[in-house]
């Protein structure tokens, strides 16, 4: 199956502070990316839709101006996470599909925490 | 809204039992379904997925089914390993896009 990487795998920061996480297809170019993040113990939550060259689509409930998602390449979307505060500490995971194909592959995920 | 349950929340089975892990939807227009197993801190692997214009699918000892009437859909697991081990989710998609809705999740143990 196709590969998505992300990086860091884990970071640890001070609250405050900005914090970006990569999501890469690796071997298949990626027209639409996905934000997830997940809870300890809970499922996986879409935060936002990122599709190449254009504007995030962000579920409801999720503050664009925090979550700063920017898809710059089809192989490439990034995740900012804008004056980190403790209660931002979660699991982080992307995913990728390509256009005319309905298989998600997920990254590894981001594992993050606000001091 | 999209609600997906999961049932049985837990399940510790011993090792050579065939199993059933069962997804339900409260939307049953379902376009995609997609399972996925997560092991612990770690990401998702995809499983199975069943496309809109199928009803099931099969990879090796794994056969996932949807009955789009009802919503519903299973995960026979057959002849469990220990290494079967890991949380499994069910996620949907509907009206034609993309996004997918995830499951509460079945934690799986498979003991020796």
């Known amino acids: 199956g196709a590969v998505v990487s992300q990086h860091p795998s884990r970071v640890i920061c001070k609250s405050g502070t900005s914090v970006k996480i990569e999501c890469r297809s690796l071997?298949?170019?990626?027209?639409?990316m996905f934000w997830y993040r997940q809870f300890p113990k809970q499922s996986l939550m879409l935060m936002a839709t990122?599709?190449?060259?254009?504007?995030?689509?962000?579920e409801q409930g999720v503050e664009k101006d925090k979550f700063l998602i920017n898809h710059a390449s089809l192989t490439l979307s990034t995740l900012t996470v804008t004056s980190a505060h403790p209660e931002d500490s979660s699991f982080y995971i992307c995913s990728a599909v390509t256009s005319g194909d309905n298989e998600q592959f997920f990254g590894p995920g981001t594992r993050l925490t606000v001091l | 809204k999209q609600e997906v349950t999961q049932i049985p929340a837990a399940l510790s089975v011993p090792e050579g039992e065939n199993l059933v892990l069962n997804c339900s939807f409260t939307?049953?227009?379902?376009?995609?379904l997609q399972w996925f197993r997560q092991d612990p801190g770690k990401g998702l692997t995809s499983l199975l997925l069943?496309?809109?214009?199928?009803r099931e699918q099969t990879s090796g000892r794994l056969n996932a089914s949807l009955d789009k009437s009802s919503g519903r859909s299973t995960l026979y697991i057959a002849a469990s390993q220990p290494g079967d081990s890991a949380t499994y989710l069910c996620a949907g998609s509907t009206g034609g896009g993309n996004k997918l809705t995830f499951g509460t999740g079945t934690q799986l143990k498979v003991e020796l």
């Open positions: 071997d298949f170019q990626a027209t639409t």
């Open positions: 939307d049953s227009a379902i376009y995609n």
């Open positions: 069943i496309q809109s214009s199928q």
């Open positions: 990122s599709n190449e060259g254009s504007k995030a689509t962000y």
